[in-house]
Antibody, heavy 120, light 108 residues
C-alpha cells in the first residue's frame, strides 16, 4: 500500500524560496512519476510538474517554469519541490502525487498536502 | 480559466442520480483519457475514475464515468449525503496536465 507523507506547513516572506518534501513508502510500481499539484485557497487544482522515478527526467508547467525545481532521491524515496521568488499568489496547499506511469497511468495516489503561506 | 469546463455546482436529493459534465476539445478530452477526482473540504483529492470509465479499487460502483467526443461525464447514482464534495475532471492538454474548474455537489 503506497503512502505519501508530506513535510509540515511553512510560512515564507515574499521573495523567499520554499522547499517542501514528500516521502513515498510501499511503492512497488516499476514505472512511476512523482507529480506536484498546487491549490490556491478556494480554487481549483493546478499541475506544476513531474519527475520520472526511473530516470529523473522532469517536465514543468509553463506557468512555473524557471521558478520551480522537482527532485527525487530514490534512496530516500523522497521527492522535493523547490519554488523560488515567492509572492502572495503562491499561498495555498501543495500536493504530491504518485502515478504508476507518467503520460499513461491508472493509479494516482495523493499526499495529504503541505500548506504554504506567503506573507510579509 | 481552465480549458476544461465544469458546472460550478450541482445538487440532488438522497437516492437520486446526478451527473457532472466536463467539456473540452479534441486537444484534451477528445484525444486523451479523462480522470475524475473527489475532494472533501480540508482534505486531499482522491482519484475516483481513471481512464474515462475505470473505478480504482475501493470506489463504490455508484460512481461511473463516460465520455463521448470532447465531453466527459461523472454519474453518481443512489446519491448519499457523504457524496457532498468537490469533483474535478482532468486530462492532458498537450504536455500540460489540466484540471477542470471543479463542481461543488450539494446533497439536499
Amino acid at each position: 500500500q503506497v503512502q505519501l507523507v508530506q513535510s509540515g506547513a511553512e510560512v515564507k516572506k515574499p521573495g523567499a524560496s520554499m522547499k517542501i518534501s514528500c516521502k513515498a513508502s510501499g511503492n512497488s510500481f516499476s514505472s512511476y512519476s512523482l507529480n506536484w499539484v498546487y491549490q490556491a485557497p478556494g480554487q481549483s487544482l493546478e499541475w506544476m510538474g513531474w519527475i520520472i522515478g526511473r530516470n529523473g527526467d522532469t517536465r514543468y508547467s509553463e506557468k512555473f517554469q524557471g521558478r520551480v525545481t522537482i527532485t527525487w532521491d530514490a534512496s530516500a524515496g523522497t521527492t522535493s519541490l523547490e519554488l523560488r521568488s515567492l509572492s502572495s499568489e503562491d499561498t495555498g496547499v501543495y500536493y504530491c502525487t504518485l502515478r504508476d506511469g507518467y503520460i499513461f497511468f491508472r493509479v494516482d495516489i495523493w499526499g495529504p498536502g503541505t500548506k504554504v503561506t506567503v506573507s510579509s | 480559466q481552465s480549458v476544461l469546463t465544469q458546472p460550478p455546482s450541482a445538487s440532488g436529493t438522497p437516492g437520486q442520480r446526478v451527473t457532472i459534465s466536463c467539456s473540452g476539445s479534441t486537444s484534451n478530452v477528445g484525444g486523451n483519457y479523462v480522470f475524475w477526482y473527489q475532494q472533501f473540504p480540508g482534505s486531499a483529492p482522491k482519484l475516483l475514475i481513471s481512464r474515462d470509465d475505470q473505478r480504482p479499487s475501493g470506489v463504490p460502483d455508484r460512481f461511473s464515468g463516460s465520455k463521448s467526443g470532447a465531453s466527459a461525464s461523472l454519474a453518481i447514482s443512489g446519491l448519499r449525503s457523504e457524496d457532498e464534495a468537490d469533483y474535478y475532471c482532468a486530462t492532458w492538454h498537450g504536455s500540460l496536465w489540466v484540471f477542470g474548474g471543479g463542481t461543488k455537489l450539494t446533497v439536499l
